[in-house]
């Protein structure tokens, strides 16, 4: 067991909030790529309107 001086613990805490932060970016931008339904492009032609 790890005495509670030790500074390897310490030293790579940083790593436990980074990690989870690049995958969740890595996790989203694979989403958005891959995954994701894509939406059909706008219409641009104006509707036909009836007059009564």
Do not use: C, N, R
């Amino acid at each position: 067991m790890a005495a509670s001086g030790d500074p390897w613990a310490v030293q790579q805490l940083w790593l436990f909030w980074v990690a989870p932060l690049v995958g969740g970016v890595l996790a989203g931008l694979f989403y958005k790529a891959v995954l994701a339904e894509h939406q059909p492009p706008p219409i641009t032609e104006k509707p036909m309107t009836y007059s009564a």
